[in-house]
């Protein structure tokens, strides 16, 4: 019965391919439509797919800066930036920009800027209205304008022309502040960490920082009076157009300098942290930079700063640390060569002075063995340190001599199988005998030999093992008593291998 149904389904099959086939031939046959058309899947338009697939209009930073006007019709973007002159409202604008009419002139870009679908035109009427603005010195909306070209436009070739403008207004809303030089770094006294300031200038900033407006001095206060400078937080803007310099053009000749501007704004202004963030980029990437030196100084200097004291997380002192001996080993001719070198010492007792405290911690739990542990370990790491004397004082105190601490840690010896008794017993081969040569050998004594070790079976001893006892014989059905014992290991150099570890 399996089989016949089988058969059945089978010829049901056949029979609906052959009808299906039959259909579509006849539908072929009498130029009707049907839903098997193949032909419906491909492209109607193959100019649209062509238009589609092209990347005539996409244009590489080379192309954007040279003038390709003289190709190409007289309107779209293929005309290049020689078309933003042949467009009448952009001469009409420009000559207004050179006849010194810059609020006109802004009017008129703004315009033509929002009304061209045109790149090219649109780039250039935003750079001049931005152009405009900052000749009027109405800086903040020209800085608003500038970072909006370069948001739109990032190849633009108005991007050198657009970062010396950032540069500008960055520098004229920090008074014109300058970078940073090694004459001002300040020895840090560890005996008031995270109170003194990084510069020696810090009372000169201070006092001028004193003569500013209220406005300039508290990013809340409102700028009424000076169009020149934004309504609120002068400096938080200016560092604002410093970053657009060195984010959108990381590889132009300004970069560089505006990042070290901020890391010289944060380090006068006392935050440490933000300041080495700022050098660290140098570090790592402008190697040619005319800073790349000054950044390790004052990268290492300001995470020197930044500590805080033994009493609190350690990582910026050995972060210092590491900087200041790679600026050592990087550079063999640096002007302040001795005073890293003293730093690195003072950093050396420093580390030394959080030791003494974990010590002084135990002491305070009332734990004498682990402030051993931890006067061992100052001995050890930081000896000629003014906290080693504390430290031996402290031993000595438990009892401890400690006459000349060792940066060593040694293992304990090996344990020989007879004591040191025994080998003072032992006595020399006669001369003569076959084992007797030019190296003493010793054998032991018969006191020794009649009078072996009582270790129990093994020469460890520190390790006492009894032998198994023989079990007596029980009744059956009594309950059979199996002594403990230590199990006795493969072998005595592996079991005092597992006692050494």
């Known amino acids: 019965m399996d089989n016949i149904m089988k058969h059945?389904?089978?010829?049901?099959r056949s029979a609906l391919i052959a009808a299906v086939s039959m259909m579509t031939l006849l539908g072929g046959?009498?130029?009707?439509?049907?839903?098997?058309?193949?032909?419906?899947?491909?492209?109607?338009?193959?100019?649209?797919a062509d238009e589609l697939?092209?990347?005539?209009?996409?244009?590489?930073?080379l192309e954007r800066i040279l003038p390709i006007g003289a190709r190409g019709s007289s309107t779209g973007s293929t005309g290049g930036y020689a078309f933003s002159e042949r467009n009448p409202e952009y001469k009409r604008a420009s000559k207004l920009h050179d006849e010194g009419k810059f609020s006109e002139a802004e009017k008129a870009f703004k315009q033509l800027s929002k009304a061209t679908?045109?790149?090219?035109?649109?780039?250039?009427?935003?750079?001049?209205m931005a152009e405009c603005q900052f000749q009027q010195k109405r800086y903040p909306q020209a800085q608003d304008s500038f970072d909006e070209l370069l948001n739109a436009y990032p190849s633009?070739?108005?991007?050198?022309?657009?970062?010396?403008?950032?540069?500008?207004?960055?520098r004229y809303w920090l008074n014109f502040e300058e970078i940073v030089t090694p004459n001002e770094i300040q020895q840090v006294d560890f005996e008031q960490p995270g109170k003194q300031p990084a510069l020696a200038t810090a009372e000169d900033s201070a006092r001028k920082n004193?003569?500013?407006?209220?406005?300039?001095?508290?990013?809340?206060v409102p700028n009424l009076r000076d169009r020149s400078r934004p309504y609120f937080d002068t400096d938080g803007r200016a560092i604002e157009a410093l970053r657009s310099v060195w984010l959108k053009d990381p590889t132009g000749p300004l970069a560089d300098d505006a990042l070290m501007m901020t890391a010289s704004y944060y380090l006068r202004k006392g935050d440490y942290v933000e300041a080495d963030n700022f050098f660290t980029i140098i570090r790592n990437e402008y190697p040619d930079s005319p800073h790349f030196q000054n950044a390790f100084v004052f990268g290492s200097h300001a995470k020197l700063v930044a500590y805080q004291g033994p009493e609190y997380d350690g990582q910026q002192l050995l972060a210092a640390?590491?900087?200041?001996?790679?600026?050592?080993r990087i550079f063999k001719d640096l002007p302040e060569k001795e005073m890293l070198k003293e730093e690195l010492r003072m950093i050396y007792e420093e580390e030394a002075r959080k030791e003494w405290q974990k010590a002084l911690f135990w002491e305070k739990k009332k734990n004498p063995k682990a402030v051993q542990i931890q006067c061992r370990e100052l001995l050890r790491r930081y000896?000629?340190?003014?906290?080693?004397?504390?430290?031996?004082?402290?031993?000595a105190q438990l009892g401890e001599n400690v006459e000349s601490p060792s940066r060593e840690l040694r293992l304990p010896s090996i344990p020989r199988p007879f004591s040191q008794d025994q080998m003072n017993d032992a006595k020399p081969l006669k001369e003569g005998s076959p084992s007797a040569g030019d190296q003493r050998q010793w054998e032991a004594s018969n006191k020794t030999a009649e009078q072996p070790q009582k270790s129990g079976g093994s020469w460890f001893p520190w390790k006492k093992r009894e032998e198994p006892q023989a079990v007596p014989d029980k009744p059956e059905g009594a309950e059979r008593l199996v002594p403990e014992f230590e199990s006795a290991p493969d072998s005595e150099e592996e079991e005092f291998i597992r006692q050494l570890l």
Do not use: V, W
């Open 8 to 12: 059945l389904l089978t010829i049901s």
């Open 29 to 48: 046959m009498s130029g009707c439509r049907t839903g098997l058309d193949m032909s419906r899947m491909g492209f109607r338009n193959r100019a649209t």
């Open 53 to 61: 697939a092209s990347t005539d209009d996409i244009k590489g930073p």
């Open 117 to 128: 679908k045109d790149g090219a035109l649109q780039e250039d009427s935003m750079f001049m």
């Open 156 to 170: 633009t070739r108005h991007t050198t022309q657009t970062t010396q403008r950032l540069f500008q207004i960055g």
């Open 210 to 220: 004193r003569e500013k407006p209220l406005s300039q001095r508290y990013a809340l």
């Open 321 to 328: 640390r590491d900087l200041k001996e790679s600026t050592l």
């Open 383 to 395: 000896p000629s340190s003014e906290s080693a004397d504390l430290a031996r004082q402290k031993l």
